[in-house]
């Protein structure tokens, strides 16, 4: 980081200063760590499981052995063999190793054709896009309003040369849960040989899914996205499927993924994980509970503001996307944080630059709209009152923003 964004940085925290009360809903984003997972994170740092798993001596065979173990609770959770799971260190990551680890093992083939759906986290889209310039062809599948795949138009872009598919269980930015088995079936009814990918990293812990039962052949998944550390992720390669490493280097337990495991993190992550699914139901009837306090409390209290993506079973328990429209998001963000509700425009990777979200433009958002979007994750640590408290700041930030917006209400 330049040291001119540091002062700048350093400069509007101290501006800022702390508002009578804080409601962080951006874990989209990065979020807080349950505190069990960080218990277990610290206990490996500090006595087991701080040594190199793949080195033959005490200290390195206990790091091995809770790998082993976290291996074993993450894969209960996903219905899958332990062997089935390979760690990464972010979701970025294990896209990236599902997308080009694939293709380039099958760069002799003759299919050439990837497909992935046209609301897809950039980590899979832009991985797919790297690989044109080596003859691949891809291809967007197209989505309803509510961001569902279009399940016909997805029967009649495949084809002979089709070699993958990429769907995400549920999405990021707008919450949809994909129907995964019907688009699974018109996939592989079409030929069962294209391999199906699922970036599921908004899916573990808010939707049950069993990834042998779904017939998935690769899965992503992310830590900080159950309240684990930051620094762990898992990529599901299912048995005897053939991917090709894209990283090259020396130590480690991982044929596809060289270096050193971040051990900690991993065992963290296995902590957040077992604590997501011992209380599933308890976490998302909570969560459900508190997105329809704030998506009804901002649709009935702020004008020209709109929900985006599906409502009710069909959206992800956690997830609130309004647009409002006549309003810059950017600004609302920085309103916002000034009365202590932290939240996000579209999502981090476009944030920085003021670019509407192509989630929201695939959806058929025009650009006042998704310029005008923010996205908040609600979690089982928030309460009622945080959510009242953001109900009562949401429509006088919104108002101060059209206040000084060159977009007019009218
Ligand atoms: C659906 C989805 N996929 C992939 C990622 C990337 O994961 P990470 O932040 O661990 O790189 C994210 C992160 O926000 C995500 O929401």
Partial sequence: MGSEIRRDAEDLIKIHGTPPREVYLDSENSGLIFPEALKAMVDCYVAYGYGHPSITHKVGWESYEVLVKSSEVISKALGCSSDEILYLHSGTEANNLAVLGFAKAHVGSSRRKILVSSIEHLSVIHAAESLVKYGFDVVKIPVDVE?????????????????????????????????????????????????????????????KFNLKDLGVDLASFSSHKVFGPKGAACLYVSDGLNLEPILYGQLSTQRLWPGLENVPAICGFAKAVEVMMDRFDEFNSKMRGLRDMLIDGILSSVDHSI????????????NVNISFIYCEGEALTVELSLRGVYVSSGSACTSRILQPSHVLIAIGRRFEEAHGSILMKVTPMHSSDDINYVLENIPKAVGRVRSISP????
């Fill in 307 to 318: 929900l985006n993506g599906p409502r009710g079973g069909r959206r992800v328990s956690d």
């Fill in 147 to 207: 961001g569902f795949v279009d399940l016909d138009a997805l029967s009649s872009l495949i084809d002979s040369n089709t070699l993958m598919v990429s769907v995400g269980m549920v999405n990021h930015e707008i919450g949809v849960i994909q129907d995964l088995r019907g688009i699974i079936e018109v996939v592989k009814d079409r030929d069962e040989n294209i391999v199906f990918h699922t970036d599921a990293v908004d899916a573990l812990g808010r939707v």
């Fill in 407 to 410: 977009f007019k209400v009218g």
